[in-house]
């Protein structure tokens, strides 16, 4: 597909959606357009987030954690 094909695809795209989902998809394309380190900076900024990785870190370092394999949701019981 070509390059103008795409960018009209997605404007059509755009055109179609309704006012109370513009914004998600506003916050999505840039979201696409942030750098890894604005993202990382971003992630590191949101209130509580270093307290919730330090504490993920020590879990996984005492072992408290569930296996994949018995929180999946397509697995049959």
């Keep these: 597909m070509e390059l103008f094909e795409i960018r ?3 404007q059509h795209t755009i055109d179609k959606l309704p006012p109370a989902k513009l ?5 999505l ?3 696409l357009l ?4 604005e993202e990382t900076r971003t992630l ?4 509580g987030f270093m307290e ?3 504490q993920g870190k020590e879990d996984i370092c005492k072992g408290r954690t569930i ?3 018995d929180i999946r949701r397509d697995k049959k019981r």
Excluded: G, I, N
């Excluded at 590191?44 to 209130?47: A, G, K, S, V």
């Design 8 to 10: 009209s695809k997605v």
């Design 23 to 27: 914004h998600t998809a506003l916050m």
């Design 29 to 31: 394309l840039e979201k």
């Design 34 to 37: 942030m750098k890894e380190d």
């Design 44 to 47: 590191m900024e949101e209130f």
């Design 52 to 54: 919730d990785y330090c």
């Design 67 to 69: 296996r994949w394999e």
